[in-house]
């Protein structure tokens, strides 16, 4: 997520200056008086600040200090957050504020969500846009955090099997107890990163795990195919875990997870299914270093 867009910036100066110039060639044309003349740029300036408001605000939380707690989050409990360069652990921690300050958090019957929890959820999320700064998260799907596991009722229970869901056009639900689980140590399993990265598979319309909206990549589909194969076969040929196998969606979550969790294991399990995750999102994760700058 960008802070302050330079290009958006001039690209929207550009039509603010044109709809001034229009407005007040026009007035000159028809000879109205001076204040209908001031009208144009008068126009052109709440327009280019409607635009821009945005990425106001975002400058604003990029002036003021990260927060002590939310920074020891980050420290504690993100691997991938601690692999960074001082610059990229910056650009990190803009990611984590502005996902904060413009997603919307709702716990069971509209109880907060607890700050670490929300903290995760947003180094989750600045964990798969790191390498695809231009990338927006999203703001029309809520968060809906449940304390533990749930069911198609949405009813909790550990008992139950759903730690996480995003639904086609809904909200995105996770299981704070299994949000937590997933941060304690890099297994390949994050249900955080699973579910966003089905948010980014349904940017394009489709959950179908070909996320498109990024780039193009020649021959997804059939590796992603014959992957599916592999898992469902099992035994050491299979490169991911077994829930994989259910289809080409939760193929494409579950080899998310392992990219960002579990990157060596996944280079050499795999080799050309790591390649293709790190020209999708730009990025060896186990440095953070981006692909294409």
């Not at 390498?131 to 009722?153: A, K, L, Q, S, Y």
């Not at 294991?265 to 299914?273: F, G, H, N, V």
């Amino acid at each position: 997520m960008q802070v302050w867009p330079s290009r958006s910036v001039a690209a929207h100066t550009w039509i603010a200056a044109m709809i001034a110039a229009l407005g007040a060639g026009l007035a000159a044309l028809a000879g109205t008086a001076v204040w209908v003349a001031l009208a144009g740029p008068a126009l052109g300036l709440l327009w280019h600040r409607a635009a821009l408001q945005r990425f106001r605000r975002r400058r604003a939380l990029h002036a003021a200090p990260f927060p002590t707690a939310w920074q020891e989050v980050l420290d504690q409990r993100v691997a991938f957050y601690r692999r960074l360069t001082p610059a990229g652990q910056g650009r990190f921690r803009d990611d984590v504020t502005i996902f904060l300050s413009e997603q919307r958090f709702f716990g069971p019957q509209q109880t907060p969500v607890p700050e670490d929890i929300r903290v995760l959820i947003a180094a989750a999320a600045a964990m798969l846009g790191h390498g695809r700064p231009g990338w927006e998260w999203p703001t029309t799907r809520d968060i809906i955090v449940h304390v533990t596991n749930f069911n198609e009722d949405y009813e909790p229970g550990d008992q139950h099997s759903i730690a996480g869901m995003v639904h086609a056009q809904g909200p995105i639900l996770l299981s704070r107890k299994q949000v937590r689980f997933g941060f304690k140590k890099s297994d390949g399993t994050n249900v955080a990163v699973h579910e966003l990265a089905h948010v980014i598979d349904m940017a394009d319309g489709f959950a179908d795990g070909s996320p498109s909206v990024w780039a193009g990549l020649p021959g997804w589909d059939a590796l992603v195919r014959d992957r599916i194969k592999k898992v469902r076969r099992g035994g050491k040929q299979a490169p991911l875990r077994a829930y994989a196998g259910t289809n080409e969606a939760e193929l494409f979550a579950v080899a998310v997870e392992a990219f960002f969790e579990t990157p060596d294991k996944l280079r050499a399990r795999d080799p050309e299914l790591f390649e293709r995750l790190t020209v999708l999102f730009n990025l060896d994760p186990s440095t953070g270093t981006l692909r294409v700058p």
